[in-house]
């Protein structure tokens, strides 16, 4: 997993304490672990982890919906790097 990616499920599992881990496919929003409280948080954070300006207006709930969707869609060329190392 890449860095940016992980910073991001650490992120969610520090706000939700009850949880162990979060499997790739679970859909996060349907699950409420990310909500309309945190949403503009979430989403600065990832600009921030994946050096990408995002424009909420394009911004397709489908790109965030699991772990595995906001890794193909923000971080798909960090993983092609580190697979490159």
């Known amino acids: 997993m890449a860095d940016g990616l992980q910073q991001v499920k650490n992120w969610i599992l520090e706000r939700h304490p009850e949880r162990e881990d979060i499997a790739p496919d679970l859909d996060l929003i349907e699950n409420r672990l990310i909500d309309s409280l945190s ?44 697979g490159q190392a």
């Open 39 to 82: 949403f503009v948080e979430f989403v600065f954070l990832l600009e921030q982890e994946s050096g990408r300006t995002i424009q909420m207006e394009t911004l397709e709930v489908d790109e965030i919906r699991t772990l595995s969707a906001i890794g193909t869609h923000f971080f798909a060329d960090t993983r092609q790097e580190v």
